[in-house]
């Protein structure tokens, strides 16, 4: 019912959208910001030149404030850190955090808030619009003004172009993979932005009872993360078993590259859906990706078609993957994979 169209905006909201002030939902781990959350910092670098750009982080403990002074280290593009240090918000849970976000967004009055579209991006800021009565607009991977959005539909087969026509704060998660990750600067201690405590004395406590922290489930694995991998080596189902899929993990080894998965591959339980790629899995868009017996399903294409370069052996020359590939091998994987590991130096 507060949808308007843009026409029609009142003039006092029309002059609250010309003062564009950004809220990013900062993800810290270990305590430093996570790459998708300095994604998100480019992003609203692009809604305006004089963007002013707070960041907010929650948890608790000493890893927080070390992610606080990483934040900010950003300056000058993050204008202040904001941060809740509680025991209520010492796990990423959606609700509580939904229900930061309202608290904050009731003081700032930030014209946009940000998150990126990760796990925690996409299962908290939708119910932050819900509680703010605002539509987010999910997945942008353009923007081209402070109410104009790029992102993709049909799995990434068409983009749209939507203008936001709602009150501020308009809502946006942002795939890390279209933003580059910002510089920052080695002297940063000089120049930091300042960091300021969030008062949650208003906090509704009453969201507590929604969610419940279990446990972190995680692989203990030296390599690179998938989703920010620089290389990035795929199997399908063309692997045919588990076994058989330890010949990505050795390739994987030596090159440095993270290892993904068709879902072919993993609904076949060769690897754990983590690994997955594509349309319901992760977003990549590494400098290499490498795809093995991955036939190229619209799904899969979805969510690697926008790496740099794209090799693709499949024994079937029409293989769809072909058409997305820069290098392509037709050629048997159980030939070529033995071989490449033969003839690729020792790390
Ligand atoms: P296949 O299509 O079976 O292809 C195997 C390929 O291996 C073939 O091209 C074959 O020629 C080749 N091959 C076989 N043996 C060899 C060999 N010895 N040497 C070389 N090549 C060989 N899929 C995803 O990947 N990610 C997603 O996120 C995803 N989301 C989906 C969401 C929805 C709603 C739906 C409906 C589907 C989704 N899918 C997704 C599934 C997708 O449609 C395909 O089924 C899947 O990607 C196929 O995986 P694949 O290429 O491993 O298997």
Redesign the pocket.
């Known amino acids: 019912k507060k949808q308007r169209s843009f026409s029609s905006l009142s003039p006092i909201t029309s002059s609250i959208s010309r003062f564009v002030s950004t809220l990013i939902l900062g993800e810290h781990e270990g305590g430093q910001l996570k790459q998708s959350s300095l994604c998100a910092v480019a992003a609203a670098g692009a809604i305006s030149a004089d963007n002013s750009i707070s960041l907010l982080l929650a948890g608790s403990g000493p890893s927080l404030q070390q992610a606080a002074s990483h934040a900010a280290s950003i300056h000058p593009s993050i204008s202040q850190v904001l941060v809740a240090d509680s025991d209520k918000l010492s796990h990423p849970l959606a609700e509580p955090w939904a229900e930061l976000v309202r608290l904050v967004q009731q003081k700032g009055r930030y014209s946009h808030i940000i998150a990126a579209s990760s796990s925690f991006g996409k299962n908290t800021l939708p119910r932050a619009a819900a509680l703010l009565d605002v539509s987010p607009i999910t997945d942008v991977i353009e923007i081209s003004g402070p109410q104009l959005f790029v992102r993709p539909i049909y799995a990434g087969n068409a983009l749209s172009t939507v203008r936001y026509t709602g009150v501020d704060p308009c809502l946006l998660t942002i795939r890390s993979t279209s933003f580059p990750v910002p510089h920052i600067s080695s002297d940063s201690k000089s120049d930091a932005a300042p960091v300021s405590q969030v008062d949650l004395s208003t906090f509704s406590e009453d969201i507590l009872d929604k969610s419940r922290y279990l446990k972190l489930t995680s692989q203990d694995t030296e390599r690179p993360d998938l989703g920010s991998a620089r290389i990035v080596v795929t199997g399908?189902?063309?692997l045919?078993s588990a076994e058989n899929f330890k010949l990505m993990e050795k390739l994987a080894e030596k090159l440095g590259a993270a290892v993904g998965a068709?879902?072919?591959?993993v609904d076949a339980g060769f690897v754990p859906n983590e690994l997955?790629?594509?349309?319901?899995?992760k977003i990549v868009a590494p400098e290499l990706y490498m795809a093995?017996?991955?036939?190229?399903?619209i799904?899969?294409l979805?969510?690697m078609r926008d790496s740099k370069v794209i090799v693709a052996?499949?024994?079937?020359a029409d293989?769809p993957?072909f058409q997305v590939a820069d290098y392509g091998l037709v050629?048997?994987?159980?030939d070529v994979i033995p071989e490449l590991l033969e003839k690729l130096p020792e790390k």
Request: zero cysteines; a positive charge; glycine letters at 20%.
């Open positions: 399908g189902r063309g045919k068709t879902r072919a591959a997955q790629v594509g349309q319901t899995g093995f017996g991955v036939s190229g399903a799904q899969h979805a969510g052996v499949n024994k079937d293989s993957i050629a048997d994987l159980f």
